[in-house]
């Protein structure tokens, strides 16, 4: 077997044909993982390897005697906030280092019934709130094309395992873009599913309404594999859709005759890197020379997507992140030295005579829960945490959580509008190809605005993805950006296998 | 406009413990961010019912039958402090 891993659908059609085993491909993924961590930082826990070699074993075993799954010998990566029974799932914070989920997330269950084989737990944004992979308590993660650069984010570790052909598979969320962005900083495929079309039991929860996991991989067609093995109902996740999951595999291999595409033209004439701006005109012409017609398509609120978009994310995680007390799991601060402090800082207010300071000091249960979550957060976590705080607090909820409310519904209307029209919309993901580690970290606006083109498709609820389209001059990939109708995976992965029929930048790999 | 005022008030509704330096960055960051968000003002949301949901969802509802949960010792388990009943915490009113 050479040292280049094949696509997913490729290894599992030389599963089926018994001329590799799982465990064979198994001990290679961990073989490279071992080898390439080291200078990409992309995992936070491995499988371990006699655990992992025995799992592949007993899909080996299981293979002739009873069906084989969608993914069976398949390994698999998952982002580090997807719970996994008896495995730390850390979030990247120091608040969850040790945390150990007594409970497997659905789609992890999901993936152990379709054969896959877990070998690892990827690297992210601590608690995914972040797009470069660099809030991480663990470190950042590097680009696999440039370790000099970032690979995006959150889920950068699980781009970079699927670039630096650790893994053929990986699963990362997305909020605003968190699966998307890196995979186009990355060079690989990444789709974002509608809100609701795979389960978030067991996701660490960051912002509910918009929260979505989704597959990162090499191409269009293992992106549809993995989304049939996790997609459908779960009645442990009341959000989940009860909506029939269509045969993927089967849909896209529909040509592109007769697809009407809306371009996202605003997001091309905007402040866009020129390159990226070449390489997303070229593949419109691509996919114009395949048969589809393009029209431009106006999102008129989409300027106020980022605004909108850090309202209600902050606003959900300042309320879903409460549960972090240090109380019932996770980190704590020292209760001598917090007792000790508060003792004085009384001592110092009755000597300076300040007897109603006194009495507004924390209780030592207020102290405990303030201290452990500041120590237990990052920078970014606890920024959010205050803006979302803000935005629900009294006097500025009008102003500001329900005026996004509203706001995301304009969004939502100006995308029903275009999808009148058009069947998908193109763009592209960002901007810019990735930019250098440290180079945003003190601002976090410039931050905050890497997601433009992202947090739409999650205000709205539709299906998103990104697929490689090219590269920049300095050999960093573009990603190309597809959104559809709630629903509407079926057409996004169509795309973009149609379109990996006629380009090769899915298959590029950087060098190791 | 945000003050330093408001971040002191709001890290306390946050469960959060700035100190000086942090309380002072804070305030720098999140002014600048609550200036961006401002935009949305420009909005005219006149008549536009809030979306706070991708779907209008409705309840969903099960039987109201026993069903297996997590056992206690799972529960507690990875509690910071317990006596394995109990979540244990600093007193709430006194030593």
């Given amino acids: ?512 | 406009m945000i003050t330093r005022d408001d971040v002191l008030k709001v890290s306390l509704l946050a469960r959060l413990q700035l100190d000086d330096e942090q309380l002072d960055l804070m305030a720098d960051q999140l002014a600048r961010i609550v200036q961006y968000v401002d935009q949305l003002a420009e909005v005219d949301t006149t008549g536009v019912e809030p979306m706070a949901h991708p779907f209008e969802l409705t309840n969903v509802f099960r039987d109201d039958q026993l069903q297996p949960s997590l056992p206690r010792e799972q529960a507690v388990g990875s509690a910071p402090r317990t006596d394995g009943e109990c979540f244990l915490v600093p007193a709430v009113l006194g030593e």
């Fill in chain 1, 1 to 512: 077997m050479s040292t280049a891993l094949p696509t997913a659908a490729e290894l599992a059609d030389r599963l089926a044909q018994g001329s590799v085993t799982a465990s064979q491909l198994v001990a290679q993924c961990l073989d490279t993982i071992r080898q390439r961590d080291g200078g990409l930082n992309v995992f936070l826990s491995v499988e371990d390897r006699d655990a992992a070699l025995q799992e592949a074993q007993a899909v080996d075993s299981r293979r002739g005697s009873e069906p084989a799954g969608l993914l069976a010998g398949l390994p698999v990566a998952i982002k580090d906030n997807i719970c996994h029974a008896g495995r730390k799932t850390t979030c990247a914070s120091q608040m969850l280092a040790e945390y150990v989920p007594p409970y497997d997330a659905s789609v992890v269950r999901k993936l152990r019934d379709a054969g896959a084989v877990i070998v690892g737990r990827t690297n992210l944004d601590e608690f995914a709130m972040g797009g470069s992979t660099e809030n991480s308590h663990f470190g950042p993660t590097r680009n696999p094309w440039n370790p000099d650069h970032v690979p995006g984010g959150s889920s950068g570790g699980a781009a970079a395992a699927v670039a630096a052909e650790m893994v053929p598979l990986s699963l990362g969320s997305d909020t605003g873009g968190s699966i998307r962005q890196p995979a186009a900083l990355c060079g690989v495929t990444g789709l974002k599913p509608t809100y609701g079309r795979v389960s978030r039991y067991g996701l660490v929860a960051f912002a509910s309404s918009l929260d979505q996991i989704g597959p990162i991989t090499r191409d269009a067609r293992d992106a549809a594999l993995l989304l049939q093995a996790i997609a459908g109902h779960d009645e442990h996740d009341s959000t989940s859709a009860d909506v029939p999951v269509p045969d993927y595999l089967a849909a896209i291999e529909q040509p592109l005759a007769g697809l009407k595409i809306g371009v996202l033209r605003e997001q091309l004439s905007g402040d866009i890197d020129p390159e990226v701006k070449a390489a997303i005109e070229a593949a419109l012409a691509t996919l114009e020379a395949q048969g589809a017609t393009l029209v431009d398509v106006p999102l008129p609120h989409s300027k106020y997507a980022v605004a909108t978009y850090y309202v209600i994310s902050a606003s959900e995680a300042s309320s879903n992140l409460a549960r972090y007390d240090g109380a019932h799991y996770g980190y704590r601060t020292d209760e001598r030295a917090m007792r000790e402090t508060l003792r004085q800082e009384e001592a110092e207010l009755k000597a300076a005579g300040k007897e109603a300071a006194v009495a507004q000091l924390d209780s030592p249960l207020v102290r405990m829960y303030r201290l452990s979550r500041s120590e237990g957060f990052g920078t970014e976590v606890q920024r959010r945490i205050m803006l979302g705080t803000y935005a629900l607090s009294a006097g500025y909820y009008d102003a500001y959580y329900r005026k996004a409310l509203q706001v995301r519904r304009l969004i939502r209307q100006d995308y029903d509008a275009a999808f009148a029209q058009v069947d998908l919309l193109v763009g592209p993901v960002t901007a810019s190809t990735a930019f250098k580690i440290g180079e945003k970290c003190e601002d976090p606006l410039s931050m905050y605005l890497v997601d433009l083109f992202t947090v739409g498709a999650n205000l709205a609820g539709i299906p998103a993805m990104s697929v490689p389209c090219g590269f920049s001059s300095d050999g960093l990939p573009i990603g190309l950006h597809l959104q559809a109708p709630a629903f509407e995976e079926a057409r996004l992965l169509r795309v973009g296998h149609q379109y990996q029929q006629v380009t090769d930048w899915h298959t590029r790999r950087p060098a190791s």
